[in-house]
Structure formats: C-alpha cells, structure tokens
C-alpha cells in the first residue's frame, strides 16, 4: 500500500476545504475551534475562536425573529449527540446586517464512540431568501392590487347598466372605470418592468428632451398641483433621455412626496444644471425616514413600516432608480430627518449639452 505523507493530507485538506462554496467549521468537545476554511474566517472573522464567542457576536435567531440560545445552536445540539439539517438562522453582524444561514451540523466521533466534537456547515442563503420574500409579496400584492380594481370595475358596469337613463350617474361611473383601469395598467406596467429589469433589458429611446417643460407638466397633472412649488429654470434645460420613462420617475417622485408630507404644506421641486448633468431635487415636508428604513427604499416590493409605502406596489423607487441608472444617472435619498426628506435625480446630459 502507497505510504501517504501525513503534511501533504493536511496541505490538501485545507486547500478541499477553502474551495468549498460553504463555510465549515469543526469544534472540539468543548466548543473551541479546531479547524475552519475561509468561507468561516471571511464570514466570523479570525478571532472568533469559540462557539460561545460567535453566539455572542452574531446573536443567532430562528427565522420568525425568535433568539437561538446558546444550548439550542445547531452545533451545541450536535455536541450533544444529535445531527442537525437544514435549520435556517439569521444573523446579526456588528454592522447590523442581517444575514440568513442554511445550517447542518453532525457530531464527530472518536475510536470508541464517544463524541469528540462537531462538524458545522454552513450556507449565506440571504439572496435567495430575499427572492423567496419577493416572490411571496408578488403574489400577495397582485392578489390585492389586480382583485381590488377589478371588482370596482365590475360594480361600476353592474350600476352603469342598471342607470342606462341616468346619463349623469353613467358618466360617473364610466370615469371611476377609467381611474381603476388606469391603475391596473400601472401595475402591470410596473411588474412587467421588475421583469425586464431583473433580465438585463431596459429598452429605451432617448432623445433631445427639455427636462425643465418635463417637470412643469409633470407637476400640473396632479390634483394637488397647487401644493407643489416649483424652482425650474425658464430656459430650456437640455438632456438626452427616453421622455417617458423620465416622466415615469417624476410621476413617482411627486405622488410619494404629496402622500407623505404634512397637510398643510408644499413640496418643493427644484432643477439645476450642475456640470454634466441635469439634478432634479424634490423635497416633502414629512416625518423622515429612519435609518434602518432607509436600506429598503430601492429596493423591489418594500413596505415600509407606519405605513409608508413608496410607490403603492413597493415598486415605484426600485423601478425609478433603475431607469436612472439606465440612463448613465443616479437616484438617492439625498437628506432625511424630522422635517422631511429630499429625493435627488442626477441625469447627465449629453455631449451636446455638456
């Protein structure tokens, strides 16, 4: 039989491990450390020596919220005897995020049988869980948002047709037709761009277009138009861009900030040329945004707690700021605090223009 050279199996080893796509961690009897790969190193950090310390660190939950303790950890439970698959715990990073771990821990045994320590493996399932959360609202919210106008819609034809002689009610009802119409030809809209979105394609057809004229018209098409002040230059101001889908952005910008601003007061809308580049700013006189809220603005389905749904859908800035960046622009929440919030639209403008 061919004499293995024991420094070469552990050179190997280490190098089998770090190639693995997930973390593995094995723990002696008393829960310190042995041996781990880079995924673990790069996931706890190369001071994190214990199982008492990562607990500590990373404050384990179930996916519910619930805290893990320390005794209930997939790898104290395989300690113990036990072989433990496909458990799902977040963690808490000291940066405050959040990430969800597909576990599996087993016990390792010694010549006798005795539990010598414990193997853990695991998987940052994070994204998926994020898409697995996506795909449930999208079924929710279509459920709701495609139902709801659907049913208004079919009360109105049932009234409409039992007033055929009352030309005043018909009329009526044939405009509350149009607004619930309009909404669901803004929803499927809306998925239909997540879907292009998601794909890489975002079709566009840019063109010579006068921002300034964009955001007046913008801006008078809403009922509230009288509560939004405008600072927009009377020059024309320039850019190449696909005119819809910047009105598109604008709609957005402007129903959010007349939804969330305190009754009584405007929202402030003001356009720069600043070097390249057109900057759109609009401000609401709000509540504020709260930090932690702050990282789910943009992103696709959010539903903001008190309420505060950006775009209805949970679409609206996910779609718009990828528009912008389509158009080589960017999209931020550029100030926030108890006195409202500003949005901020940066698009540049063309060689022409520049």
């Not at 609202?137 to 459920?143: G, Q, S, V």
């Not at 049932?158 to 030309?167: G, L």
């Not at 600072?231 to 910008?253: G, K």
């Not at 609401?284 to 990282?295: C, K, L, R, S, V």
Request: charged share 30%.
């Amino acid at each position: 039989m061919e004499e293995r050279d024991p420094q070469l199996d552990a050179a190997w080893l280490g190098q089998v491990l770090d190639a693995l796509p997930v973390a593995v961690v094995v723990y002696d009897v008393k829960g310190r450390v042995q041996l781990s790969n880079r995924q673990r190193i790069e996931l706890a950090g190369p001071d994190v020596r214990t199982l008492e310390e990562a607990v500590t660190r990373f404050a384990p939950e179930l996916e519910d919220g619930a805290p893990l303790a320390l005794e209930d950890v997939p790898a104290r439970r395989a300690l113990r005897g036990e072989t433990v698959t496909g458990v799902r715990i977040r963690l808490r990073r000291p940066d405050g995020r959040v990430s969800v771990m597909l576990t599996n821990a087993s016990p390792l045994f010694g010549p006798a049988g005795e539990i010598r320590g414990a193997v853990l493996v695991f998987n940052d399932i994070t994204q998926i869980t994020e898409l697995e959360r996506g795909r449930r609202e999208l079924f929710t919210m279509a459920n709701h948002d495609l139902r709801t106008p659907l049913t208004a819609i079919l009360g109105f034809v049932q009234m409409a047709r039992r007033q055929v002689h009352d030309t005043e009610r018909v009329a009526s009802s044939l405009e509350a037709i149009e607004r619930q119409c309009t909404r669901m030809v803004r929803l499927i809209r809306d998925l239909l761009d997540v879907a292009r979105f998601e794909s890489g394609t975002i079709p566009l057809e840019p063109m010579p277009t006068d921002v300034a004229a964009m955001v007046h018209i913008a801006a008078e098409r809403h009922a509230e138009s009288e509560r939004i002040v405008l600072d927009v230059p009377d020059t024309p101001v320039r850019a190449v861009v696909d005119p819809d889908r910047i009105d598109q952005i604008l709609d957005n910008l402007l129903s959010n900030a007349l939804r969330h601003t305190r009754p009584g007061t405007r929202v402030e809308v003001s356009l720069r040329v600043e070097g390249a580049e057109a900057v759109l700013r609009v401000k609401d006189q709000g509540a504020g945004i709260a930090p932690d809220e702050q990282e789910r603005l943009f992103k696709p389905f959010s539903q903001l707690p008190r309420g505060r749904s950006f775009g209805g859908t949970g679409l609206g800035l996910h779609i718009s700021r990828r528009i912008a960046e389509a158009h080589g622009g960017t999209l931020v929440l550029e100030e926030t605090s108890e006195r409202g919030s500003t949005f901020a639209l940066a698009l540049p403008r063309g060689s022409d223009y520049s």
